[in-house]
């Protein structure tokens, strides 16, 4: 929303999940505070999900 970029296979944290799994509010080390809502088919989960 603020025209801030962030790479592809950038690493971030979910924060939120949206429709049971349909999307993930993802944040970002940079841009600072960067949070973007990004589709389910294009996260890559690279750690261990919490219980």
Not at 9 to 27: D, H, I, K, Q, S
């Amino acid at each position: 929303m603020d025209g801030d970029t962030v790479a592809a296979g950038t690493e971030g944290t979910v924060v939120a999940v949206w429709r049971g799994g349909e999307a993930y509010e993802v944040e970002f080390p940079e841009p600072m505070g960067a949070l973007a809502t990004v589709k389910a088919k294009d996260v890559i989960f690279a750690g261990r999900p919490v219980p």
